[in-house]
Structure formats: C-alpha cells, structure tokens
C-alpha cells in the first residue's frame, strides 16, 4: 500500500504549523495566554461517531441540496470496486467502455512475489467492476459531462497533480480512477477513518460522490468555524494574497454571516463544527462545499484552534481573517499537495520547515501592520 502521507507526517507539521500560527494570534485576538502550556486537547470536548457521521457527505447533502453543488451519490459501493481502489498500482483500461478490468491483489504477508514477464497473466483475483464504471457513466451525463468525485470525506485533492491541468475535472470513470487510486486521503479514509480512531468509529458504509463540475476559484473560498452554534470566525482558505479581497471584506463577511443564519444554523444538527463555503460574484450567493466536525485534526487555516477554542461563542471579534500583503506562499512550498509527488522521507522535514517559516513571515506582516 502507498504511505499516507496525512497520518505519517501531518501531525508533525501539525505542531510547527500551529505553533507558528500562535504567534500570529497572540498578536491578533484577545485570549488569556496565562495557560498557553496547557495540552491544547484538553479545550474540546470528546469527538462523537454522530458528530462525525453528520460530516458524511450523504448525510448532510439531502438537507443543502439548494445550497451546494448538485450531486449524484454512488452507495452502496461494491466490495470488487473498494477492493481495487485499495489495491497496488494503478491499472486502467484503455478505453471506457471495455467491460472488464483487472489487477492483482498480492498476499500482504508475501515479501518475495514477483512480476510476471506475460502480460496477459494475471495472478490473484480479477476485479470486475463494470457495473460501477456504468453507474459513473450515467451520472456523468446527468450532471453534464464533467465532473469532480470525492468518498464519504474526502476529495482526492493531494493527488489533482496526477490528472491533466491539475485539477479534479473528470470526463469518464478512467479519469475519477486516477485520481481515488493515487490519493493518500482516500486510501486512508478507507483503511483507518477519518476523525476517529476506527474501532470508535465502528463500520461506515463507504460512498462515491460525482459533483458538478465547477471552476472554483480558490481566493474566493473560505472555512467557517461555528462554536455553539454561532458563527465566530472566517478564514480564507488559499494561502495567498489577493489585494481585491481587502476591498470586499467587509461585504464578504456579511454575505457569510446571512449565509450562515439563513440556511446552516438550523439545518445542520452539530452544535461545533467547520464548514467551508464558496463566494460566488459573478451570481451573488454563496454555496456551501463541505462540512468537517471541530476537532483538532482539521485544519484551522489562519487562526490557531487554541484562540477558536477559547473564543466565547457571543463574540464576533475573530472576524475574517484573510491573508496579509507581503508574505509570498508559493516562495516557501510549490504547492499545499506538492509533497504528494515524492516519497515522504524526501518532503517530511522540509515541508515542516517551510510551513513554519510561511507562517513566521506570516506573524511578522501582521506586526508591522498594527
């Protein structure tokens, strides 16, 4: 099986991301700071398999349907079809509508097998997963013609740079294969979960989203954090800075806060979560992406989960939160899934550094403008 990446290196640039961040915030929010010592995880409360299972897309599409991006939801999955997901490398057919594909499934606890020089033998069991591959086909010309898959969590956002532009636009089931089979988060949402540990999580029947595909741009999209069910801060979620967003700011965060008020706040049944929503001006409304629960394993983009955490529901002084003039992201890392394309040994501690020190620059852009 591949490394994944998010459950091998992510909590190490987790820690130099978000203490970084915290020198940010000491700067920039009104928290008491007499107590920073203190195990971060102690500030959230235990993390409930409801509060997880609300986060599925399938659970909460049928209530935002008007406000999201129309879908078509592939569940259940057949076995065959996790099966060759999960299994090693990637075998596609040549065209979309050959009936059969295969690949082979080694013993995990075989060490000495090797490749057969025959093209046509396959050892192992064959994979017929036609029947999904048509179900694909189907909801691809419902939706149009193109669109972008994720599972049950996850988009396979980390691997976009194996499609052609970069990007998660796909055409035919051979193009949605791709991207599942080389993402690390898809595989490990389907080995481990995601959120919690898997026997706390206990069986999840797994799903295939097609989204419509739509070309959002990514300075326009931005996570919510709702804390007792109140809307308390906003962050822009693109790590880069764009002069046009201090302009609308206040506008934005209007736009958000009705969103939020008019079509969230009742609807979505957790008391704290996140949730990420898309600023569309060309039509004037916001749609609604995705939602993830409040935990510390998400990330909290420009504010640091300890003032979120502490912050008092009744107060908006968190604000938006938008990335400063003068620090160059893109200076410090090619990209926030470059590090998907080389082996985690060669990325782990270089990513770590960079990330610290974007967010550094970061803290030191904010001082100079107070």
């Given at each position: 099986?591949?490394?994944?990446?998010?459950?091998?290196?992510?909590?190490?640039?987790?820690?130099?991301?978000?203490?970084?961040?915290?020198?940010?915030?000491?700067?920039?929010?009104?928290?008491?700071?007499?107590?920073?010592?203190?195990?971060?995880?102690?500030?959230?409360?235990?993390?409930?398999?409801?509060?997880?299972?609300?986060?599925?897309?399938?659970?909460?599409?049928?209530?935002?349907?008007?406000?999201?991006?129309?879908?078509?939801?592939?569940?259940?999955?057949?076995?065959?079809?996790?099966?060759?997901?999960?299994?090693?490398?990637?075998?596609?057919?040549?065209?979309?509508?050959?009936?059969?594909?295969?690949?082979?499934?080694?013993?995990?606890?075989?060490?000495?097998?090797?490749?057969?020089?025959?093209?046509?033998?396959?050892?192992?069991?064959?994979?017929?997963?036609?029947?999904?591959?048509?179900?694909?086909?189907?909801?691809?010309?419902?939706?149009?013609?193109?669109?972008?898959?994720?599972?049950?969590?996850?988009?396979?956002?980390?691997?976009s740079w194996m499609a052609m532009g970069n990007s998660l636009e796909c055409r035919g089931?051979?193009?949605?294969?791709?991207?599942?089979?080389?993402?690390?988060?898809?595989?490990?949402?389907?080995?481990?979960?995601?959120?919690?540990?898997?026997?706390?999580?206990?069986?999840?029947?797994?799903?295939?989203?097609?989204?419509?595909?739509?070309?959002?741009?990514?300075?326009?999209?931005?996570?919510?954090?709702?804390?007792?069910?109140k809307l308390i801060a906003i962050s822009q979620v693109d790590y880069e800075y764009y002069e046009f967003l201090e302009n609308m700011r206040d506008e934005i965060e209007t736009k958000l806060r009705l969103f939020f008020d008019d079509h969230v706040r009742e609807k979505f049944p957790s008391d704290n979560y996140c949730y990420d929503a898309y600023v569309a001006q060309t039509v004037n409304r916001v749609y609604l992406i995705d939602f993830e629960p409040w935990t510390l394993s998400v990330d909290s983009c420009l504010f640091e989960w300890r003032e979120l955490a502490k912050a008092d529901s009744s107060d908006k002084s968190l604000g938006l939160r938008l990335f400063p003039k003068g620090v160059n992201a893109m200076g410090h890392f090619s990209g926030k899934y470059s590090r998907n394309r080389l082996p985690v040994e060669a990325t782990d501690d270089q990513f770590r550094g960079s990330m610290a020190e974007l967010i550094k620059s970061v803290a030191e852009q904010t001082r100079q403008q107070k």
């Open positions: 099986m591949p490394v994944i990446h998010e459950s091998v290196s992510d909590s190490h640039v987790d820690e130099d991301v978000r203490a970084a961040i915290a020198d940010i915030t000491a700067h920039t929010a009104a928290i008491d700071c007499d107590d920073d010592e203190e195990d971060i995880s102690q500030l959230f409360a235990p993390l409930t398999r409801a509060e997880v299972c609300n986060c599925i897309f399938s659970t909460w599409y049928p209530n935002f349907r008007r406000e999201t991006i129309k879908s078509e939801i592939i569940k259940p999955l057949e076995q065959g079809f996790i099966d060759y997901l999960l299994a090693d490398g990637i075998m596609l057919p040549d065209q979309d509508d050959i009936p059969q594909y295969s690949c082979k499934i080694e013993d995990p606890e075989s060490s000495d097998s090797e490749w057969s020089e025959d093209e046509n033998e396959v050892e192992g069991a064959a994979i017929d997963i036609e029947s999904t591959s048509a179900d694909i086909r189907r909801r691809i010309e419902i939706l149009g013609g193109k669109v972008m898959p994720r599972m049950c969590w996850s988009a396979p956002k980390d691997a089931p051979s193009d949605i294969y791709v991207l599942l089979k080389s993402s690390d988060k898809v595989s490990s949402d389907l080995i481990n979960g995601r959120y919690l540990p898997k026997e706390q999580l206990g069986e999840i029947e797994h799903e295939l989203v097609l989204r419509q595909w739509s070309n959002l741009v990514p300075s326009m999209e931005f996570r919510c954090f709702v804390k007792d069910k």
